[in-house]
């Protein structure tokens, strides 16, 4: 299947995701299951194949989401780099902020596109 799409099958960490970026500079983060996804599905839903857009959806629900949190994880805790801690105070002065920890403003995105898609909760 990956030769449909432009796949290096070495460095997928999950399948069944859209990519939030395309040939970074590091190739590896092309790969990663982050919630900025959820922000073009809730804004231009055309963009994407209904059914690998739900399967992709459900990933993310599965995997990012937490019970009982309010808050996104922001990076798949499968993912290598995932630090789930963020504390602004320590000698990193919080350089996981993107890798890992939970935020609000994601969740409005993924419910939009949700929605978008017809899935209920």
Request: proline share 0%; aromatic share 12%; with cysteine.
């Given at each position: 299947m990956?030769?449909?799409f432009v796949v290096d099958s070495k460095l997928v960490n999950r399948r069944g995701?859209?990519?939030?970026t395309f040939r970074s500079s590091q190739a590896f983060t092309d790969y990663q299951l982050r919630p900025n996804?959820?922000?073009?599905?809730?804004v231009a839903p055309e963009l994407f194949n209904k059914e690998h857009a739900v399967e992709c959806l459900k990933t993310v629900e599965r995997v990012l989401m937490t019970k009982g949190a309010m808050g996104i994880k922001t990076l798949d805790p499968s993912d290598k780099n995932y630090n789930g801690d963020y504390i602004n105070s320590d000698e990193s002065h919080g350089f996981n902020y993107h890798q890992g920890p939970e935020w609000l403003w994601p969740v409005g995105y993924?419910?939009?596109a949700k929605l978008n898609f017809g899935i209920a909760s």
């Open positions: 990956d030769h449909k995701i859209y990519k939030d996804l959820c922000v073009a599905m809730a993924f419910l939009h």
